[in-house]
């Protein structure tokens, strides 16, 4: 499991809060006291729920599960999609799209017409076409890749969610929620740390706290798979099959009972 000293999370600035007039009262036990105007958080409390965290996610990924990394706010987008690629997990960093867990299967079908542009592009498709047809078909690929591309290899809906921000991302949060999926998220001194299943008190907007956040779940996801078994599968009870409006089935995890925050 990554080893993150309170040393290094001082450095990050992982200890400041917000305003101390924006704050959530069920904050309270991770708050040491404030200063100035700002609430500090107290490290020794989030120390061992960041442990907690990434060893969730480390065993998520020695299961071979699928940890989605989201990371949408401007702050978080460039490194939550750095650290996403270099262990090899799916990743949101632009707009969250309303529905992409709860009805992932009209997802997986504008993720197919992303891949069908990318295929017509290099298969010589767009060169059989006049200028502004494959000006429209560009234009459409790109809004696609924008949206979907972190999660264009997704093949079936994440076993959990890694969020840096849950006021920016609480629609995401939500639908996990609706869905069973646990979520590892970042909670800063002015939001319910009782919606995640594990929350990581901590500042959510500095940029060298977020590197250290995404870093380590990268390097826990990276972690879990050396040590998974060759072998090793999801096991299939794990997931349930559902069938959506269109009459297909697919694969959804089984709802869990998570780990709940103070």
């Known amino acids: 499991m990554p080893q993150i000293t309170m040393r290094q999370m001082l450095e990050a600035g992982v ?46 990924a020695q299961k071979r599960g699928i940890v989605l990394f989201v990371g949408t706010k401007r702050s978080a987008r460039d490194v939550v999609k750095e ?13 969250w799209l309303g529905g992409t867990l709860t009805n992932f299967a009209t997802v997986k079908k504008s993720v197919a017409r992303l891949k069908e542009l990318e295929a017509a592009e290099t298969d010589g498709t767009f060169a059989k076409l006049v200028k502004h047809e494959v000006m429209a078909l560009r234009r459409e690929r790109e809004k696609l890749q924008a949206s979907l591309g972190g999660i264009k290899d997704m093949q079936r809906l994440p076993d959990a969610l890694f969020v840096i921000d849950i006021g ?83 694969a959804k995890p089984a709802r869990r009972n998570g780990k709940k925050g103070a």
């Open 168 to 250: 920016h991302e609480d629609i995401a949060v939500k639908e996990a929620k609706k869905l069973g999926i646990p979520v590892v998220a970042v909670v800063d001194t002015n939001y319910d740390p009782t919606l995640v299943d594990y929350p990581i008190p901590g500042n959510d907007d500095a940029i060298r706290a977020v590197q250290l956040y995404a870093r380590a779940a990268a390097d826990a996801v990276l972690e879990g798979k050396a040590a998974a078994p060759n072998a090793a599968v999801v096991r299939e009870e794990e997931f349930v099959e559902v069938v959506d409006g269109d009459g297909e089935a697919e």
């Open 83 to 95: 650290e996403a690629e270099r262990c090899g997990m799916p990743y949101m960093t632009q707009r």
């Open 15 to 60: 200890h400041f809060g917000h305003q101390t007039r924006y704050w959530n009262p069920k904050m309270a036990p991770y708050i040491f006291g404030a200063r100035g105007k700002i609430h500090i958080i107290n490290l020794e409390k989030t120390v061992p729920l960041f442990n907690d965290a990434m060893n969730f996610i480390s065993g998520v």
